[in-house]
């Protein structure tokens, strides 16, 4: 299974199978959507290097959660 195939099954067409692809499963205007942006390109790190991805930000139900740079700033802040 290639990275892209993965990332299809466990998005689009999960959402598919569940019957739930007008509300999820799509990076789309107006779906639900939780997802992690990672430092580096996903389809063109090395497989190797997938599980030492850093997350940059995380966003649940289409807000952002996490953004890596306000919590180093905020770690950095609080060692002072």
Request: charge should be negative; aromatic fraction near 12%; glycine fraction near 6%.
């Amino acid at each position: 299974m290639t990275r892209g195939e993965a990332l299809r099954a466990f998005t689009v067409d999960a959402a598919f199978s569940a019957h739930q692809e007008t509300k999820i499963g799509n990076l789309e205007e107006g779906l639900w959507a939780d997802f992690i942006v990672l430092e580096d390109d996903f389809f063109s790190i090395p497989e190797s290097h997938i599980w030492q991805q850093r997350v940059i930000e995380t966003w649940l139900g289409g807000n952002k959660i996490f953004d890596a740079a306000d919590a180093a700033t905020e770690k950095e802040s609080s060692a002072k």
